[in-house]
């Protein structure tokens, strides 16, 4: 059932989007700090150094999933 789910959406984000990179997860794997800060989610933030792998563009924009956005910004796009 998981797999169908993720397939079903990574398809979704192919017919939107012009390339689509699965990565893998960087967990940071420091449970005591995390625990410490009750936000054991944080662990895997690492894997957004990803990013910096992309090196075949001239420009990326990386947008946090809590990111909104408030105002178009041309620069960032074009």
């Known amino acids: 059932m998981v797999l169908h789910t993720m ?8 017919f939107i989007f012009d390339h689509i990179v699965c990565v893998n997860v960087l967990d940071s794997e420091d449970d005591a700090h995390l625990a410490l800060l009750k ?9 957004k150094i990803h990013c ?3 090196i075949q563009y001239e420009k990326c924009v990386f947008m946090d ?8 910004n041309e620069l960032l796009l074009l």
């Open 52 to 54: 910096w792998n992309l």
């Open 65 to 72: 999933a809590d990111t909104m956005v408030t105002a178009y």
């Open 39 to 47: 936000r054991p989610e944080l662990g895997v933030t690492f894997t």
């Open 7 to 14: 397939l079903c959406y990574r398809c979704l984000l192919e």
